[in-house]
């Protein structure tokens, strides 16, 4: 009997279904765990403060939380982080966005198969993807030896998220790109809009609103409690 193909739909994670970012709630809470130094904390203040107060990209401040997490994470071990990165996803598995919350559950109820990738370590990616049912997922994958990080990274998953999807539709020949959707919200996920058929692009920066624009995909913006489905995409000058 021929096995039937299950349809595919990849999420990003960060800011499109949880509303802040796993790796920097990982590192705030590693500092307040005093796990990392007080420094930590105050070398992401600049960028933070530069992206609150629009004069910084979010790109920019992302980054920077990337470069202190892979400098103190060495040396540190993989249990503890692994703890820490539970308590990170108990406390904060509600932050979730309503549209993206309810997407997932329509395509759980159709039989989807869930697969998440995300830019943020798979310690705390795959805890949270579990926790919502996910049926795969990848993050950004750090060096272990003798049960320590050693601040060698493997796999930076927002940079290759079209090498890690090819690699595992091709050691999974079960699923199907027919009716395939993905959501995501940044220019990192662009590969994966182009290979699914149905792009969402999901409250995207500047730069992923400005390409899917020329492509006519669809955009949605959730802001407080309102759902906002957009054809068209325009900059207004003041």
Do not use: C
């Amino acid at each position: 009997m021929k096995k039937i193909k299950r349809r595919l739909a990849i999420f990003d994670i960060d800011g499109t279904f949880f509303r802040s970012s796993l790796l920097v709630e990982l590192v705030n809470s590693l500092v307040e765990s005093k796990i990392f130094p007080p420094a930590a904390k105050k070398a992401m203040d600049k960028d933070y403060f530069a992206w609150i107060h629009r004069e910084g990209s979010y790109e920019k401040y992302i980054r920077q939380v990337v470069d202190i997490y892979i400098k103190h994470i060495a040396g540190r071990d993989k249990i503890i982080i692994d703890k820490i990165a539970q308590k990170v996803v108990d406390y904060h598995k509600k932050r979730i966005y309503r549209y993206t919350r309810d997407l997932i559950n329509k395509l759980k109820a159709e039989n989807y198969f869930l697969l998440a990738i995300s830019g943020s370590p798979e310690e705390i990616v795959q805890k949270f993807a579990d926790y919502f049912g996910f049926d795969r997922a990848f993050g950004s994958v750090l060096e272990v030896k003798e049960g320590r990080f050693t601040g060698k990274v493997f796999v930076d998953a927002s940079r290759n998220k079209k090498q890690i999807l090819k690699k595992f539709l091709g050691e999974n020949g079960y699923l199907n790109l027919n009716g395939s959707v993905g959501v995501g919200d940044t220019e990192s996920d662009i590969p994966i809009f182009k290979i699914v058929e149905y792009p969402i692009v999901f409250n995207p920066n500047l730069g992923l609103a400005r390409y899917a624009e020329k492509k006519g995909w669809p955009m949605v913006v959730e802001r407080k409690n309102v759902i906002f489905k957009l054809n068209k995409f325009k900059i207004l000058k003041i």
